[in-house]
């Protein structure tokens, strides 16, 4: 494989470091390979073993999605032992650029190259399509961006969005809002609306009914929901469902984001016919007056593997990024 005439990509997590090599010009990631973060000391010695896998002894330039905060040229993972400054790096591999931008802002930038076939259509209308769009997901956070229309392009909207406050519109989650403030304090949304959330409401919801919560992890609350075998954890993921079907709406209206509604992570592909079922409609356009523009909005789950790939390849070009 010739290396002159590509660039360098990569989403890294936690766990997991995504690399690909793209076609200066092109965002159609070539080459994935996904390594460990815990089998390196640092990103430089994965990104040397990458390239030696893919037999590219150098490329010009790179863009890298991170699961950690971007500020000035240090980065610091959240959840793994990589440190690194972006400056450094690109100076000893000899980049001419070197990109690093949130992993979530990838995802938003990666949506317009996913291609048809991985988007899975949940509700609404047609949409505007010179309007904003927004990019939402449950995670190991939740994460949310957006999408602005230019001309020519798209500018990301970095946010917080996970972080707003969690409000409950029953006596229900009047109870949970309690539960979960006894043990966090301030309740943002994504101490329900991620993985670690969805177990904290199956206890809330077991403390309120006064039963028993067996459950210890999310995986085998969704696992039980969709077997059948556990009613609390079948009405947890519900429930789970609706409430993202609320946050999602609120984030319509907040950023007029009628362009589409863009499901990503890795959570909803595992129980996608349960969430096509589920109340997430109901709770999107349960908007009073409002619903109209909700019904006119399209929503989708991207079922795309590599989305923040697609979105690290438009950064390296995208001015506004």
Not at 45 to 71: I, K, M, Q
Request: aromatic share 8%; hydrophobic share 40%.
């Amino acid at each position: 494989m010739t290396d002159t005439q590509y660039s360098l990509v990569g989403d890294i997590g936690g766990t997991n470091a995504r690399f690909a090599l793209v076609k200066q010009g092109d965002v159609r990631p070539q080459a994935i390979e996904v390594l460990r973060c815990g089998d390196y000391d640092n990103i430089d010695s994965a990104v040397t073993d990458y390239l030696a896998r893919v037999g590219v002894s150098e490329v010009s330039e790179a863009c890298f999605a991170v699961a950690s905060p971007v500020r000035d040229t240090q980065i610091r993972m959240t959840n793994n032992h990589w440190r690194f400054d972006t400056e450094e790096v690109r100076a000893q591999f000899g980049w001419r650029a070197f990109k690093v931008i949130n992993d979530f802002t990838a995802m938003a930038l990666g949506v317009p190259h996913v291609p048809e076939e991985h988007l899975v259509r949940v509700c609404g209308g047609p949409g505007d399509s010179r309007r904003a769009r927004l990019v939402i997901g449950p995670g190991t956070g939740l994460g949310v961006s957006g999408l602005v229309p230019l001309q020519h392009g798209w500018v990301p909207l970095m946010t917080e969005g996970g972080h707003v406050d969690f409000a409950p519109t029953d006596d229900t989650e009047m109870a949970i809002l309690r539960i979960l403030k006894a043990r966090f304090g301030r309740v943002s949304v994504e101490r329900i609306l991620c993985g670690q959330g969805l177990l904290n409401l199956y206890q809330a919801h077991a403390e309120i009914q006064g039963v028993a919560a067996p459950l210890d992890a999310p995986e085998k609350i969704t696992a039980a929901a969709l077997e059948q075998v556990d009613s609390l954890a079948r009405h947890t993921l519900r429930h789970f469902c609706e409430i993202l079907g609320r946050v999602a709406g609120n984030g319509v209206l907040t950023v007029g984001g009628t362009g589409g509604v863009y499901l990503c992570g890795g959570i909803l592909p595992r129980f996608l016919d349960f969430f096509l079922e589920s109340p997430f409609q109901k709770g999107f356009e349960d908007k009073g007056r409002m619903r109209p523009l909700l019904e006119y909005t399209p929503v989708f789950v991207v079922t795309e593997p590599y989305t923040g790939l697609l979105g690290a390849a438009e950064a390296l070009a995208n001015p506004e990024v």
